[in-house]
């Protein structure tokens, strides 16, 4: 009993230590991924609460987390997973009350405002790519699609957020 | 577009921006987030070891809980929808600002059944007038409840989930329960019911139960099981199933061994069955219609809004990505997280 005890403080301690070191970081991540700060802090918390109850059956922590967070993200944002068309034409009437967190910053709006616009597997991927700093091959493992899927919804959402930025400059 | 720069500018300001948004706002406090984390934790592993210990003793229920736990894929929570807390703040809520205050009815001759957006009732209303009517279920702090279903006999059946564990329950429209309630003893959710015959989830499977919760027949995949079985729907003749699986949708007949026999209709969500026998369901790109037997997607639509769901019953019912109900093109004073409507006649 002794023995499974100390297992388990291990197990717990392994976790902490990886939490420690990738909270911050993952909460950025998954801010990208929902509206506000307080979503992203509580995508991730809930992230590693499962890990920490499954520790044993998850080979690679890491790369499992991100799954989670954005598997978690999705979940979120799955109830107005929809035509984002549709979206643009009712904003006037039906603005969400996102990026909250962003303050007055117009620019860090703008971007959100435009990474939000974006289907969640590009927004995903970019984030994946380009705030995380996964090669193709990771992001495809992560989001467990093909490395030439991840390809075409970087080029994808890479072109639609170079638009978006180009109209701050 | 943006020819003028080259790949590896636009990639270093991409990066910038990302950056940018992601850590903007305080500096989270991660001694504090972790505490929350442990709490979370425990809150989950007691709840899912009662739940899959039930009956067992001491060691034994310990050894069927931590194979439940690590069984499990990463998959999203059982949760859907917003979360609580990022909800739109009633103030700057047009709705909020025109809608009457509600009026009380009692059981409207058109049934329409939310989930409160906090996810803490479940209230009928009238489809045409949107006024409240009687209120069938509310939850205490830490709980929440998941997909209402109402069948043809009047019943709701839900889902509430707390700390990570789901269960099901019924109440008829009055807000009185019936002797035939389902009293399913496992972890369950996604509740559908046709004619007498309850559909849920349960350990990755969907399983079949007589109205009294009583086991009729199991329908997993030859694979194992699945955690992301989801969106139950009873064909209107109640001899198929639509449900979605790992962001795709599917349907089975209800008689089928094994969900080896499933149609794959391709990656779609909320699907629902219209009088007519076809589905309607959410693609990445809108609403589309679905000719099962054809799995032909043709798009629906378009619909002034941004569509978070959809049901068809004496008329179309959506509910909109910011929380309010539609009926047809009308929005109705009514707001949820979800809802449900009777099947179509």
């Not at chain 1, 969400?96 to 709006?109: M, S, T, Y």
């Not at chain 2, 409207?108 to 209120?135: C, I």
């Not at chain 2, 992301?228 to 009873?234: H, N, P, R």
């Not at chain 2, 349907?251 to 779609?268: I, N």
Request: aromatic share 4%.
């Amino acid at each position: 009993m002794a023995a499974v005890r100390r297992h388990a403080v291990d197990e717990a301690s392994d976790v902490e230590a990886l939490f420690r070191a990738e909270y911050r970081h993952l909460v950025g991540l998954a801010r990208l991924l929902v509206d506000d700060r307080a979503a992203a802090e509580e995508v991730v918390q809930d992230a590693f609460a499962d890990l920490l109850r499954r520790r044993r059956s998850v080979a690679a922590p890491a790369a499992w987390l991100r799954t989670a967070v954005v598997n978690r993200a999705r979940g979120r944002l799955r109830r107005r997973a929809t035509a984002r068309r549709h979206l643009r034409v009712a904003e006037p009437d039906h603005a969400p009350p996102a990026d909250a967190d962003l303050g007055g910053d117009d620019d860090r709006r703008a971007v959100a405002a435009a990474l939000r616009a974006l289907p969640a597997r590009q927004r995903a991927c970019l984030a994946l790519r380009f705030y995380d700093g996964l090669s193709e091959a990771e992001t495809a493992e992560v989001l467990g699609i093909s490395t030439g899927s991840v390809k075409t919804h970087v080029h994808r959402g890479m072109a639609a957020l170079a638009a978006a930025l180009e109209d701050l400059r | 577009m943006n020819d003028h720069w080259s790949t590896e500018a636009r990639e270093a300001r991409v990066r910038a921006a990302l950056r940018g948004v992601a850590e903007a706002g305080p500096v989270p406090d991660v001694g504090g987030a972790w505490e929350e984390v442990r709490r979370r934790a425990a809150e989950r592993g007691l709840r899912r070891l009662l739940v899959a210990g039930a009956g067992l003793a001491g060691a034994a229920a310990l050894v069927v809980g931590a194979v439940v736990l690590a069984g499990e894929d990463p998959a999203e929570d059982v949760a859907v929808g917003p979360a609580a807390g990022t909800e739109r703040p009633a103030t700057t809520d047009p709705m909020a600002a025109t809608a009457p205050p509600p009026t009380i009815v009692g059981v409207p001759e058109h049934p329409l059944v939310v989930v409160t957006p906090d996810r803490r009732a479940l209230a009928v209303h009238d489809a045409v007038t949107g006024a409240r009517g009687p209120t069938l279920l509310e939850v205490g702090p830490g709980e929440r409840i998941e997909d209402p279903h109402l069948s043809a006999g009047g019943r709701v059946l839900y889902t509430v989930v707390r700390g990570g564990t789901a269960t099901i329950g019924g109440v008829l429209l009055d807000g009185t329960t019936s002797a035939a309630d389902p009293s399913v003893r496992e972890e369950a959710r996604s509740p559908a019911e046709h004619g007498g015959l309850v559909a849920y989830v349960s350990g990755g499977q969907i399983r079949l139960a007589d109205e009294r919760g009583e086991p009729v027949a199991e329908l997993a995949w030859p694979d194992g099981p699945d955690r992301t079985l989801d969106d139950l729907a009873f064909s209107p003749d109640g001899t198929r199933l639509a449900f979605t699986s790992r962001g795709r949708a599917y349907v089975v007949p209800t008689d089928a061994a094994s969900l080896a026999e499933a149609t794959d209709l391709g990656p779609l969500a909320a699907p629902s069955w219209r009088a007519d026998g076809r589905l309607l369901a959410l693609a990445a790109a809108g609403p589309v219609l679905v000719d099962v037997e054809a799995v032909e997607a043709a798009p629906f639509g378009p619909l002034p809004i941004d569509v978070a769901a959809l049901a068809t019953a004496d008329a179309l019912y959506a509910l909109d990505a910011g929380g309010t109900v539609w009926r047809d093109d009308v929005a109705l004073p009514v707001r949820a997280a979800e809802f449900a409507v009777p099947p179509p006649a």
